[in-house]
């Protein structure tokens, strides 16, 4: 497998392994039908070479970017390159693009598709995150406790998926952008080459945090959209923030991470949503059932003012970290946990 193209576009860089910037990616084959395909222009100029077809991988995420609206995009394509272009339509569920025409025309047809998988990449949705998940029942129990009588006391204007589940507690040390099985396997072998220079900053100990001192992410409490508890070393040596700041940085060197935001150690329980049909007094298992379902709306906000007031000084107790995972977003096991493709015991 070859490695990943880091792309700089202004200040930032991209991992784009689409075979776009080598050769060992393209081979000379047929793709998918598809409904989007642009036939090469008369060139009156020398043509040198023989014509041919060749296939790149390009995730399919990004297909609608280089069709772009109405096929203008691809059009354009055509008309600069003089290749006949092929994107497989979303039912073939490929990643092949076909390019065919002389030499020249494909590496010009590559070249421009490069530019548009760099200019487009931070459209795409992050896929997954590298978590630190918080499995310690009794942590996730109180957790549950302060939800539902903050959503009945306080919160009662905000839907009951707005409360994390308990289960799905975590850290979130970078969010990630993994666009193919490929990709995923790659993010998850680079997480385990980290394991020796992580056992040297934390050691063999186990590693514990104390979870609370709920806290709101805006600088307005009265407009509060986020709202989360502290985690900190259990004996105040710095180990969880050293481990984060490290993996941080080596996936962030690596091309992985692409977000410009600091680094904040922190457990969200609550994202705010507007209450729907949703009863203040519901279950958490009826909780659990919609948890994803909503989104967070722009501009929507609660009072917690008085929440955070009320719970100050609350602590949820001591939970030791015991993994850190390539987890995947909006993908829940039975228990509520984040499905993940692999993990680092620790």
């Known amino acids: 497998m070859n490695s990943p193209n880091i792309v700089a576009v202004g200040s930032r860089r991209y991992r784009v392994r689409t075979g776009l910037a080598g050769n060992s990616d393209i081979s000379v084959t047929s793709s998918p039908k598809s409904s989007f395909s642009s036939k090469p222009q008369n060139n009156s100029k020398a043509r040198q070479g023989k014509s041919d077809r060749i296939t790149i991988n390009v995730p399919r995420q ?151 001192q709920l806290a709101a992410m805006e600088s307005d409490p009265a407009q509060s959209r986020i709202i989360f508890a502290k985690a900190e070393d259990f004996d105040g040596n710095k180990r969880l923030e050293q481990l984060c700041t490290f993996v941080r940085s080596k996936f962030d060197e690596a091309g992985y991470i692409d977000e410009k935001r600091e680094l904040k150690i922190h457990i969200t329980v609550f994202r705010a949503k507007p209450a729907r049909d949703c009863d203040p007094h519901c279950s958490e298992q009826q909780a659990a059932e919609t948890q994803g379902r909503g989104k967070l709306r722009s501009g929507f906000s609660v009072n917690a003012v008085s929440l955070l007031k009320e719970f100050k000084n609350l602590s949820f107790g001591i939970c030791r970290i015991g993994q850190i995972q390539i987890a995947r977003r909006f993908r829940h096991t039975e228990t509520g946990a984040y499905v993940n493709d692999g993990a680092l015991e620790l």
Do not use: W
């Open 62 to 212: 990004l297909h609608k970017y280089i069709i772009g609206t109405r096929g203008s995009t691809l059009e354009h394509l055509r008309q600069q390159t003089h290749a006949k272009i092929t994107v497989p339509n979303e039912r073939a569920k490929s990643n092949l693009i076909e390019i065919e025409g002389m030499p020249d025309e494909r590496e010009h047809a590559q070249e421009m598709i490069n530019q548009l998988v760099a200019d487009n990449m931070a459209n795409v949705p992050y896929t997954h995150f590298i978590s630190l998940p918080l499995g310690d029942l009794d942590v996730q129990r109180r957790v549950g406790e302060f939800q539902r009588e903050a959503h009945q006391r306080f919160l009662q204007g905000a839907d009951c998926t707005s409360f994390v589940q308990p289960g799905s507690l975590h850290i979130t040390i970078g969010m990630l952008r993994l666009l193919s099985p490929a990709e995923i396997a790659k993010a998850v072998e680079f997480l385990k080459s980290l394991e020796s220079g992580i056992r040297k900053l934390i050691g063999t100990r186990p590693l514990l945090a104390k979870i609370g």
